[in-house]
T-cell receptor, first 114, second 110 residues
């Protein structure tokens, strides 16, 4: 049973560029959440997708957008990259109504903005 | 706003017991989770407490006191592989995403 997968593993972009990160949830999971983790910090919630709709959003600017596909996979897009966007981007999947409220995280995409 | 406080670093000896505390101030509370993250790795779910008391899973136990807005993670029989960062995280309501603390870096020494 494949867990949460993310691509690419690492990415280097230049300030002002745009980036797309991808996530495939764990089998049987239909909810995908995206988090940003700066070095030495805890993950910060960006947004959550369920049934192809953005269900909840954290305190991130509109430069951060996303999408969920019918197969539950998801993309995170960041426009007009800033140096401060350099971080580990984590995708987590879960099942609504799961008894333990646990989320399964992918290995992350390490984004470096130069 | 939401705030979770946990020690930034803890060092313990192999074979010993260590407790990592977490206090929280959040607008709403549904449950407290703990995650382990090795350097360069993904956070891995360890435990979840929705009710007061102790939950035990092998060498790991987690405790919650809702009245004190406090919880802890207890690691017993420490092994070198337990060296990692440990995050407490709060669910504000049933299906909301997690609000994470800044993490505690645990170093296990021989």
């Amino acid at each position: 049973d494949a867990g949460v997968t993310q691509s690419p593993t690492h990415l280097i972009k230049t300030r002002g560029q745009q980036v797309t990160l991808r996530c495939s949830p764990k089998s049987g999971h239909d909810t995908v959440s995206w988090y940003q983790q700066a070095l030495g910090q805890g993950p910060q919630f960006i947004f959550q997708y369920y049934e192809e709709e953005e269900r909840q959003r954290g305190n991130f600017p509109d430069r951060f957008s996303g999408h969920q596909f019918p197969n539950y996979s998801s993309e995170l897009n960041v426009n007009a990259l800033l140096l401060g966007d350099s971080a580990l981007y984590l995708c987590a999947s879960s099942r609504p109504g799961a008894p333990s409220n646990e989320q399964y995280f992918g290995p992350g995409t390490r984004l470096t903005v130069t | 706003g939401q705030s979770l406080e946990q020690p930034s670093e803890v060092t313990a000896v192999e074979g010993a017991i260590v407790q990592i505390n977490c206090t929280y101030q959040t607008s709403g509370f549904y449950g407290l989770s703990w995650y382990q993250q090795h350097d360069g790795g993904a956070p891995t779910f360890l435990s979840y407490n929705a009710l007061d008391g102790l939950e035990e899973t092998g060498r790991f136990s987690s405790f919650l006191s809702r009245s004190d807005s406090y919880g802890y993670l207890l690691l017993q029989e420490l092994q070198m592989k337990d060296s990692a960062s440990y995050f407490c995280a709060v669910y504000l309501s049933g299906n909301t995403p997690l609000v994470f603390g800044k993490g505690t870096r645990l170093s296990v020494i021989a």
